[in-house]
């Protein structure tokens, strides 16, 4: 079952406390499909300009994903550049060149409004709504968002919880979203909203779903080697709902629990290395073995 993606497509410049790396390929919309398409295929809506590379695109279409919804507009891609401290827990942003991604008005091929299947990436709420009215009826819709959209764009952004099923945030955003220090508390004042199922990543230390009510703690997979974050928050969504949109199952408990986990295995390849290098290396053997390596360090 094909899934409808809508962010970005970027170009990165990252510095770690283990690294660095000048205009790698990044975004919203690319860490997901790269994620997701190791389970089901992916059909990708966003923006680039005319510096961004054709071969990437022809990988993406080699690996089950649709690059039909990707406009080419006159101008440079969205640059971010930012730098991480040695905890790796937050993004300081050095620069932002939105370039052609602030001409961004998602418009959906005809054969993308059929899927049952959406994911709203980080972009402005209003943007997710619009694609919310070019689909005909979805079954899933999740979304993400950030702390920029949370604070300029707050009204915006809970009309857009109206009409979803799932919504990510990070643990600040939930906290700033929510007016609530406490977690569980958050997740039920943002449940309130409108998403009946909540997940709350929480980077090295897994992520947490509330959903109406019952609540699910998953610890991030033990890794020795870390590299960069960037992305991770995208790559556990695409693994996420890749596993959803596999199964086709209804959204109970013990379905969103094996997605979640299969979320924080593909995050936990993407650290590995920058931007996509980790991925690329992977096959479904690699990440069959990682979660069955994660589901052994959990029992007891």
Not at 104 to 125: G, M, Q, S, T, W
Not at 149 to 159: D, G, N, V
Request: charged share 20%.
């Amino acid at each position: 079952m094909s899934i409808v993606v809508v962010g970005t497509t970027a170009f990165d410049s990252v510095q770690t406390p283990y690294g660095a790396a000048e205009k790698v390929l990044g975004g919203s919309a690319n860490y997901f499909s790269m994620a997701a398409s190791f389970f089901t295929p992916i059909k990708m809506v966003s923006v680039i300009g005319e510096d961004f590379p054709q071969d990437h695109l022809e990988y993406l279409n080699n690996r089950n994903v649709c690059t039909k919804g990707i406009a080419k507009l006159l101008g440079k891609t969205f640059h971010w550049k930012g730098q991480y401290e040695r905890d790796l827990s937050e993004a300081e942003t050095l620069e932002t060149h939105l370039n052609v991604l602030e001409q961004f008005k998602p418009a959906l091929p005809h054969e993308y409004r059929k899927c049952e299947y959406v994911f709203l990436a980080n972009i402005d709420p209003d943007l997710q709504q619009q694609v919310l009215e070019q689909m005909e009826s979805p079954k899933v819709v999740a979304c993400d968002t950030m702390n920029f959209w949370i604070s300029l764009k707050r009204e915006s952004l809970i009309q857009t919880l109206k009409r979803i099923d799932i919504f990510l945030l990070n643990e600040a955003e939930a906290r700033q979203l929510s007016g609530e220090s406490n977690l569980i508390r958050a997740a039920k004042k943002i449940h309130a909203c409108g998403p009946r199922i909540i997940i709350i990543k929480r980077g090295e230390h897994g992520a947490l779903l509330y959903n109406e009510g019952r609540i699910f703690v998953l610890s991030a997979f033990p890794l020795e080697t870390v590299q960069d974050p960037t992305g991770a928050g995208d790559t556990f969504a695409g693994g996420f709902m890749g596993y959803l949109a596999k199964s086709q199952n209804e959204l109970d408990d013990t379905t969103l629990r094996k997605a979640i986990v299969y979320g924080t295995v593909m995050a936990s390849f993407n650290v590995e290395d920058f931007s996509f290098n980790r991925l690329k290396t992977l096959d479904w053997g690699l990440i069959e073995q990682r979660y069955r390596s994660l589901l052994n360090a959990l029992s007891f």
